[in-house]
């Protein structure tokens, strides 16, 4: 079932759940680069840092996105 775009999305979206994804977040960082190969594409960097007990790991992904007509 879609659901249309709103300028206020209500949380949790109508006739959603919620549930949690990931305990004990200690950083999270979005990147998007669109100066790749003459910007006919871009690079989606995604890093999540997770920790607990003095401990962490960070999660790391990056994913082409083209910008074709």
């Known amino acids: ?3 249309p ?3 206020a999305q209500p949380t ?3 006739g ?3 549930a949690l ?3 004990d977040v ?3 960082l979005i990147t998007y680069d669109g100066s790749i190969a003459n910007v006919r594409a871009g690079l989606v960097t995604l890093g999540l840092t997770i920790g ?3 401990e962490s790991v960070t999660l790391y992904h ?3 996105v083209l910008n074709l007509p």
């Open 62 to 64: 990056a994913v082409h």
């Open 1 to 3: 079932m879609e659901l």
């Open 26 to 28: 200690t950083g999270c």
């Open 12 to 14: 949790p979206p109508s």
């Open 16 to 18: 959603g759940s919620q």
């Open 21 to 23: 994804a990931a305990s």
């Open 5 to 7: 775009i709103a300028a």
């Open 52 to 54: 607990r007990l003095g």
